[in-house]
């Protein structure tokens, strides 16, 4: 079993930054793919940003030269930074655990920005 948990939403004012951290704990042997969700209400989950075990990240199109998002792999921990918020970057965001034979959702964190 892994559970994992997101911290660090908020309100903040367009043009802020966050930074977001998800942390998995567990029976975890390594973890081979962390990412980011978000979905705003009445649209579909999109992803954020991917990183993989060995650290090459891939972005969605909307948040590309303003997020950036890393990961300590020593402490099963994903980060996303988030600079130059925008109102549209409201959403709940998940953050996803995936260990190849398993995977794992986050319960999201709110992110709210206003304008």
């Known amino acids: 079993q892994v559970h994992v948990v997101e911290s660090g939403g908020g309100l903040v004012q367009a043009g802020g930054s966050l930074t977001l951290s998800c942390a998995a704990s567990?029976?975890?042997?390594?973890?081979?793919?962390m990412a980011w969700f978000r979905q705003a209400p009445g649209k579909q989950r999109e992803l954020v940003a991917h990183?993989?075990?060995?650290?090459?990240?891939n972005y969605g199109d909307s948040v590309k030269g303003r997020f950036t998002v890393s990961r300590d792999n020593a402490k099963n921990t994903v980060y996303l930074q988030m600079n130059s918020l925008k109102p549209e970057d409201t959403a709940v965001y998940y953050c996803?655990?995936?260990?190849?034979?398993?995977?794992?959702w986050g319960q999201g964190t709110q992110v709210t920005v206003s304008t």
């Open positions: 996803n655990v995936d260990g190849g034979l398993w995977d794992s």
């Open positions: 990183i993989t075990l060995g650290g090459e990240t």
């Open positions: 567990g029976s975890i042997a390594s973890i081979d793919h």
